[in-house]
């Protein structure tokens, strides 16, 4: 994508607030000469004008704009001198303040800004007596699209952190969560993630972990939350081979199944690494590495290595399926719907996009258009680049 408005090559900007104030002088305003230069310079460029402004005639140039100008021409000029940050912040005031709500403003802003310009437009918000902005959004919001716009202006360990916490609050455990999210994450986002889990609910995330499961289950996720697969690129296919032949004999070339290796093998060792074991899994023993787990466990177990496996295969195709799983059948899994939405929408969403497409014989847009309503419909296309 390019720009339209690009910084000037020849700035000048004592020769700008020379010309400004020239254009301000006798009957009328020379409208033509404002226009010329302020939209022909970057923001950056227009607050060196207004500083220079300043310092040449000791009066501030939005206001002198503001008495110059009338109506649309000087709402726009007077946008276009704003920090973005505080223009959209301002923006976002006006939509959640007086009579009603104007929740189209609140999607285009929100909808188009990744989250930590979330957070900035956030902070900045605050920085303008103008309260806390989630408070506001969540006095003037309700259902669904609350809970969007609200997991959009938390910033993403926090809400990683919540959402696992969430999974494991209450009467039984979502293990469904907590394998999308252990399952699919770096080493830095779960140590990320545990402090600030350790930081909202004063409890460490692998104490909960232990304490909400069991099995063979329990011991997958405290090695994941350990953070400490490998993470080397490089492969050595002697290592892989070993690895291959040890899931094997752990499974289908014995009677039971050796649990243990199975997760020293997938919770430990590099994604690269795990690549080439799956290539020579299926080379030794004729079965992919999906069989064989389908094959040796069940339940929870199963649904976690599957999901480690299938992440490290084919990340934007294992998310477009748990996109269809949260919305197809009776009813929608909103959380689910929202969560992916939202945390992958920075990542890899195009490509989760068209990994849904080829899947599934329709794009996620209409797949959501015919799920969802309203400004959460709009919200959740706006986030995946479809609004």
């Avoid at 692998?206 to 996720?221: C, P, Q, V």
């Avoid at 002697?238 to 039971?256: H, I, P």
Wanted: a negative charge; charged letters at 30%; aromatic letters at 6%.
């Amino acid at each position: 994508m390019a720009p339209t408005v690009i910084p000037c090559a020849n700035f000048n900007d004592e020769a700008d607030a020379e010309a400004l104030k020239q254009a301000f002088r006798g009957f009328g305003t020379d409208e033509a000469a404002v226009i010329e230069i302020i939209t022909k310079r970057s923001n950056a460029q227009r607050r060196q004008i207004a500083a220079r402004f300043k310092t040449m005639y000791g009066k501030c140039l939005i206001k002198e704009l503001k008495s110059e100008l009338r109506g649309n021409f000087e709402d726009v000029i007077v946008a276009l001198m704003t920090e973005p940050v505080e223009f959209l912040a301002k923006e976002l005031h006006k939509a959640i303040s007086g009579l009603g709500t104007e929740e189209s403003t609140i999607v285009e802003i929100l909808g188009i800004h990744n989250n930590d310009e979330i957070i900035r437009i956030s902070n900045c918000y605050e920085g303008l007596s103008f309260q806390d902005l989630i408070k506001d959004l969540k006095s003037e919001l309700s259902g669904n699209f609350e809970n969007l716009i609200v997991a959009m202006m938390t910033p993403l360990p926090e809400y990683y952190a919540k959402e696992l916490h969430d999974a494991m609050s209450g009467i039984g455990t979502d293990e469904d969560v907590l394998i999308e999210l252990l399952c699919t994450m770096s080493n830095q986002e779960i140590r990320t993630i545990r402090q600030a889990y350790e930081a909202m609910y004063e409890s460490s995330l692998e104490d909960d972990l232990r304490a909400d499961t069991s099995g063979t289950f329990k011991r997958m996720m405290v090695s994941l939350c350990t953070a400490n697969r490998d993470e080397d690129p490089t492969v050595n296919l002697d290592q892989a081979r070993e690895d291959a032949a040890k899931l094997a004999e752990a499974g289908e070339l014995q009677m039971g199944t050796d649990e243990s290796t199975f997760n020293s093998v997938l919770c430990a060792r590099s994604y690269a690494h795990l690549r080439a074991v799956f290539e020579e899994y299926e080379r030794l023993t004729g079965n992919s590495i999906e069989d064989a787990v389908k094959s040796e466990f069940s339940g929870n177990s199963e649904s976690g290595f599957l999901a480690i496996i299938r992440a490290i295969q084919d990340t934007p195709k294992y998310f477009a399926k748990q996109l269809n799983n949260a919305i197809s059948g009776a009813g929608t899994d909103d959380n689910s719907l929202m969560r992916i939405v939202v945390t992958r929408s920075e990542i890899d969403m195009e490509d989760i996009k068209r990994a849904y497409a080829s899947k599934y014989g329709e794009s996620l847009k209409e797949a959501i258009k015919d799920d969802t309503s309203g400004h959460y419909e709009k919200c959740l296309l706006a986030l995946i680049g479809e609004y």
